[in-house]
């Protein structure tokens, strides 16, 4: 199987927009971005003039970046004079080629699921929203009085992030872009879910989706907290079985989680649950740091998912390894700059960097079950870091920098066969990409 992948970004609206609401506190002018719908609908025309692409994976990355402005330096607050730090969220879709066009999609279908909010609090407190897996157990209920309906094949599932402050309470999933104008010490981060699916009328299931988070064990010695590596996680993954053979993967990611580390160094012991709280509080320098927690996300039905998702009884859910390909390039923060436009974002993976994926799924002879791009921020570029870690630092700073990662969650391509004899290790970062080639992700 050789993969590709394309990336949809944002296009831009308007440079400036006066008294923005796209900076989480309003106050500031800034850029208005394409709607995520917008995007998508970019996606589904891509999709409808290449007939031979077969979705395998959709995912909603967020890139680090700043955004400057020529505004008094009190205003802007402790960050880089003249500067904010932004966020502007794309849409990656993997793929693969198909010689038949009858077992292509062309279209991909797209529902939010996100955290109601439980009572009506003073913009003073904290608002509370209601768990994850209560999210999840209202949107089966709803599947099941057909109040939504999927008819299609899952292709993934994500979660994602909304930041906001006490005074602009908003879970806007459609918008793309943020900007941190003056580092409040009052900020909101909230998660929800985003479903992606491929509709065909010829399949009509009834879905029950489910996801299970595994978690690194955090260990405070001394004033440094230390954590469990990724292939440690993947153990306590291993021994989780599923009593149930219709039990489907849809897709694994690495959630990016800032009051795990939190609770882990403020309340040891109660980092766990963090895990179903959907929102966490605080300063913008206290979400600095996060903990990656590995997040299965599976479904339930009667005739479900993609064929090559399907997991046999023979074949039980936890036999799954995965694998880390490093992208050499560090990224420091100050290249990524928001306010220039038109925005140059080299957001493709090098050829040469996916060809030698391609070439280790054949040579391996495993069954690609997730794909993922993960970001492993730094503080300082010259850390050694690799995606075995687990604890990173976001790249709030203009001297931070970032490391990108692709990172493949597989099984054996036959029942009974064992992942034992596969290289899983991960690949060292030196890739022999040539500077002007190397890109961001």
């Not at 992208?327 to 100050?334: D, K, N």
Request: aromatic share 10%; proline share 5%.
């Amino acid at each position: 199987m050789t993969l590709y992948h394309i990336d949809f970004i944002p296009r831009l609206l308007q440079a400036e927009v006066p008294f923005s609401t796209l900076s989480l506190t309003g106050s500031l002018p800034g850029p208005r971005y394409e709607t995520f719908s917008a995007v998508i609908q970019h996606m589904n025309e891509w999709l409808a003039s290449h007939t031979t692409a077969k979705v395998m994976h959709v995912e909603i990355l967020e890139v680090d970046g700043f955004y400057g402005i020529n505004i008094p330096e009190k205003t802007c607050g402790k960050n880089d004079r003249n500067t904010c730090s932004a966020f502007l969220k794309i849409i990656r879709l993997w793929y693969t080629r198909s010689t038949s066009e009858l077992y292509c999609t062309s279209q991909v279908a797209y529902i939010h699921i996100l955290p109601a909010r439980l009572e009506s609090t003073p913009r003073s407190f904290s608002p509370k929203f209601q768990s994850l897996e209560a999210m999840i157990n209202v949107f089966n209920e709803k599947m099941n009085l057909h109040e939504i309906t999927i008819n299609g094949s899952l292709v993934s599932f994500q979660t994602g992030m909304f930041r906001f402050t006490a005074q602009n309470c908003s879970l806007d999933p459609e918008r793309m872009f943020w900007m941190v104008d003056s580092n409040p010490e009052d900020l909101h981060i909230c998660f929800y879910f985003t479903l992606f699916f491929c509709p065909l009328d010829h399949l009509q299931c009834v879905h029950q989706i489910g996801f299970k988070d595994f978690a690194p064990t955090l260990t405070l010695k001394g004033q440094k907290i230390e954590g469990e590596d990724i292939k440690k996680v993947l153990e306590k993954f291993q021994k989780w079985q599923s009593d149930d053979h219709q039990t489907k993967v849809i897709n694994v990611q690495t959630v990016d989680h800032h009051a795990y580390y939190r609770c882990a160094r403020d309340s040891s012991g109660y980092e766990l649950n963090s895990l179903s709280n959907p929102h966490f509080r605080s300063s913008f320098r206290g979400m600095m740091q996060y903990v990656k927690v590995m997040r299965l996300y599976y479904c339930t039905c009667q005739s479900c998912c993609n064929k090559d998702k399907t997991i046999e009884s023979s074949n039980k859910l936890s036999v799954i390894g995965q694998k880390a390909f490093h992208i050499e390039r560090f990224i420091p923060l100050s290249q990524i700059n928001f306010s220039k436009f038109p925005l140059q974002l080299p957001s493709s993976l090098h050829t040469e960097y996916l060809s030698r994926i391609s070439n280790w799924i054949l040579s391996s002879g495993v069954k690609v079950i997730s794909v993922e791009t993960s970001k492993l921020c730094l503080a300082d570029p010259r850390s050694s870091t690799s995606a075995e870690n687990v604890i990173f630092q976001s790249s709030v700073k203009s001297k931070a920098s970032a490391v990108y990662a692709i990172r493949l969650y597989v099984q054996p391509s036959r029942p009974f066969s064992s992942l034992s004899c596969i290289d899983l290790k991960p690949e060292p970062r030196i890739t022999h990409i040539q500077p002007r080639s190397c890109v961001i992700l």
